[in-house]
C-alpha cells in the first residue's frame, strides 16, 4: 500500500468504512496476530502475486503507522521472525479452511498502515487550481506560489526578508486555514489527531539549495 489508488488501500478503505468484512480464514489470521502480538489490530489482510519476481504476497494491514513499525527490526526492514510465524500461521489456516484459491509457497509477508495514506488520499484531493485559487484569496504580493509539498503544503514568499518577517499569527491563520481545506476530505478525522504540515519558504531558498527544481525540492 502506497498510494490510494492501490487496490489494498480501495479495499481496505471499504472495510474501515463498515462496507466490508474480513473472510473467515482473514479474521481468524487477523485475531491471531491481535493475541500473538499484544497492542496491535488489524485493519485489513489482502493477498495478491507479484509478478516480478513471481510471489504470492500477504500484506497484514494495521491502522496505525506506529503498529506496522512493530514489525520492522532497527534497521527497518521486516522482521523475519515474524514474517515466517505468520506465513506458517497463514498456511495452517488455509489448510484448515480447505482453502484452495491461496499459494502458500515462499509466501511474502509485509506490514503496512491505512492511516498514512489515507491522509495522503485526503491532501491529493485538493487540486492545484484549488490551491492557485487559495493564493488568488489571500491577495498577498509577497507569495511567491502556494504548491502540494510532501505531507502538506508549501507557501513560497519571494524573498527570505519576507518569509523572516513573517508573524506567528499569520502563520496560524493559514495553517487553520489549509486544515479547514483538509477536513473537507478528512473521512476518518485523522487530521484532527495531527494537523497536516504546513511549511513557510522562499523562492529565494527554493533557486539558492535547489536550483529551482522541484524535483531536488521534494526529495529533501
Known amino acids: 500500500m502506497i498510494d490510494p489508488s492501490d487496490p489494498d488501500y480501495v479495499e481496505t478503505k471499504s472495510v474501515k468504512q463498515g462496507k466490508r468484512a474480513l473472510t473467515p480464514l482473514f479474521r481468524d489470521l487477523a485475531n491471531w496476530i491481535s493475541v500473538r502480538y499484544p497492542g496491535v489490530s488489524v485493519l485489513n489482510i489482502y493477498y495478491d502475486e507479484l509478478i516480478d519476481p513471481p510471489l504470492p504476497r500477504l500484506s497484514v494491514i494495521f491502522e496505525w503507522e506506529r503498529e506496522a513499525e512493530l514489525f520492522r527490526d532497527v534497521d527497518g526492514n521486516f522482521n523475519a521472525v515474524k514474517q515466517a510465524a505468520i506465513a506458517a500461521k497463514f498456511a495452517a489456516l488455509v489448510n484448515d479452511h480447505r482453502e484452495r484459491s491461496f499459494n502458500t509457497n515462499g509466501l511474502l509477508v509485509v506490514f503496512t498502515a491505512f492511516e498514512p495514506v489515507a491522509r495522503l488520499n485526503a491532501i491529493w484531493s485538493i487540486s492545484a487550481e484549488q490551491l492557485v485559487q487559495w493564493q488568488r484569496n489571500l491577495n498577498d504580493p509577497t507569495i511567491w506560489k502556494i504548491r502540494e509539498v510532501g505531507s502538506g503544503v508549501g507557501i513560497f514568499f519571494y524573498t527570505d526578508a519576507q518569509l523572516k518577517n513573517l508573524g506567528e499569527d499569520l502563520k496560524a491563520k493559514w495553517s487553520n486555514a489549509y486544515a479547514e481545506m483538509i477536513s473537507a476530505h478528512d473521512d476518518f ?29 521534494d526529495r529533501r
Not at 495531527?194 to 529565494?204: R, T
Open 189 to 217: 478525522g485523522y487530521f484532527r489527531r495531527e494537523p497536516a504540515q504546513v511549511i513557510f519558504d522562499s523562492k529565494e531558498n527554493f533557486e539558492r539549495e535547489y536550483q529551482g527544481n522541484w524535483f531536488n525540492y
